[in-house]
């Protein structure tokens, strides 16, 4: 039973440059969410898909963050335009279908430098 | 919207010893779902341990417990002889009823060092 797998680990990039995310959920879990992390915070809540529909966003997600989840399976999160203000670390969760748990399931993150 | 506290910065504690860290909440629901995770350094987020509100049991863990204060909204975490690798940063996160949402809103984090 392998985890949360993100894909990169690292992502380096220049302002105004768009970056794209890769989360990969355990297999048997429908629900997926992502947050942000800052140095010396918690995670902050960006978004949350329960299949291949995305049933919640939070105002953190500007118009620059997109978050796709085409067929349901992996999910990507996309950042147009990065401003330096979006370094940080990109985490991904994954939780099992209602009624099977609620725990949430943390990804290792991705973390962002926006030089 | 639902906040998390946790007015402990930083903790330390020796080897095999106990230590509590402390995580207030407010809500206005009555059936949420509270946990614990540890973050070591550069390493993923781990769940240490869950509550349901609706159980007046407190949760346990192997050395992990918590003591859940329902009417306080307080939830703190007992860590019993602890060991070097307990040292992390641990984050204290509320989740709402599932008709009002689905994240989970975190504290700011305790990190914890434990010396030998």
């Known amino acids: 039973d392998t985890g949360v797998s993100q894909d990169p680990r690292h992502k380096i990039t220049k302002r105004g440059q768009n970056v794209t995310f890769r989360c990969d959920p355990i297999?048997?879990?429908?629900?997926l969410y992502w947050y942000r992390q800052t140095l010396g915070q918690g995670p902050e809540f960006l978004t949350y898909?329960?299949?291949?529909?995305?049933?919640?966003k939070s105002r953190l997600l500007s118009d620059r963050f997109s978050a796709e989840r085409p067929k349901g399976s992996f999910s990507t999160l996309e950042i147009q335009r990065t401003e330096q203000g979006d370094s940080a670390m990109y985490l991904c969760?994954?939780?099992?279908?209602?009624?099977?748990?609620?725990?949430?399931?943390f990804g290792p993150g991705t973390r962002l430098t926006v030089t | 919207a639902q906040t998390v506290t946790q007015s402990q910065p930083e903790m330390s504690v020796q080897e095999a010893e106990t230590v509590t860290l402390s995580c207030t909440y407010d809500?206005?629901?009555?059936?949420?779902?509270l946990f614990w995770y540890k973050q070591p350094p550069s390493r993923q987020m781990i769940l240490v341990i869950r509550q349901e509100a609706y159980k007046q049991q407190n949760a346990t863990e192997n050395r992990f417990s918590v003591n859940f204060q329902k009417a306080a909204k307080s939830f703190s975490l007992k860590i019993s002889d602890s060991q070097l690798g307990d040292a992390a940063m641990y984050f204290c996160?509320?989740?709402?009823?599932?008709?009002?949402?689905?994240?989970?809103?975190f504290g700011k984090g305790t990190s914890l060092l434990v010396t030998p």
């Open positions: 809500t206005s629901e009555s059936d949420y779902y």
């Open positions: 898909f329960q299949n291949e529909a995305q049933l919640e």
């Open positions: 969760a994954s939780s099992p279908p209602p009624g099977q748990g609620y725990e949430q399931y």
């Open positions: 996160a509320y989740r709402s009823p599932p008709r009002s949402g689905y994240a989970l809103n």
């Open positions: 297999s048997e879990h429908n629900r």
